[in-house]
């Protein structure tokens, strides 16, 4: 009975603590639904994040095609052009001469009908001035103007021993000319002029003769400029002409100091 009246004494407070359970149960429960209903609220009042950039298509790799169906740049090159010749230290265009030196006369006479030749000798200053041009490299064609002055030597009578007098002899020729240059950059020269002889003379009378004459050289030279070449040259000068009866002659070999501009 004790026991059984225990129990019944305290079943009240046991349904409280029962009803206590539920009622604390019950508000965590709420709680709980509360948080959840704010969180979707919150949610949706939330602004949407901004769309994000696309990224960029990706470009493809650069390539260069090279063989066939079709290339893709033009390889083809056109054929090399023909070789410059080279202007600079070659003989072309203008040409202007001058040469100036000594010379000696190898054989120079006057003769006339009835009268014993006269024959002279000695050293002779010689000259030469020729202007033209180049129709090719290496060739030049012009006028020419190259005589000669005596300086020493007498007059001797033939067939009269020690028979001489002093006097002098002087021819000039003027012509075309001619010159080759076998390699047009290098200054090795070849060339010659004929044209017009007057020569002149004095041996007890003064002789004034027109003929024909001519010249034949041979030079070299160093180029100092671009067109300016300096050197020497031989040349081999020969000479006659006619004055009334008297016919005047001269051979003459000379070496002289060249200034070109070519």
Known sequence: MLGSGFSFINRPAALAARAGCRGTAAGVLAVAFGVLVSGVAAAQDAPAPADEPE??????????????????????TPPPSGPVGRTFHEHDGFYARANVGLGT????????????????????????????GSPSPGFVLGGSLLGAM???????????????????????VIGPFA????????NLNFGGTV?????????????????VGGGFWVGSGVWVAPDWSIGGLLRLDA????????????????????????
């Open 239 to 262: 000479a006659t002409g006619k004055d009334d009866d008297v016919t005047v002659t001269a051979i003459a070999l000379n070496a002289l100091f060249s200034v070109t501009y070519n």
């Open 150 to 172: 005596q300086l020493t030597g007498d007059w001797e009578v033939d067939g009269v021993p020690g028979a001489s007098t002093s006097g002098d002899l002087s021819y000039m």
């Open 195 to 211: 044209g017009l002889a007057l020569l002149g003379g004095d041996s007890g009378n003064d002789t004034s003769a027109v003929g």
């Open 105 to 132: 006369l190898l054989s120079a006479g006057a003769s006339a009908d009835g009268a014993p030749d006269v024959d002279d000798s000695g050293l002779t200053l010689s000259y030469d001035l020729r202007i033209g």
């Open 55 to 76: 990224a960029p298509a990706a470009e493809p790799a650069p390539r260069i095609q090279l063989t066939k169906p079709k290339p893709m740049i033009d390889l083809a």
């Open 179 to 186: 010159e080759g240059y076998p390699d047009s950059h290098g």
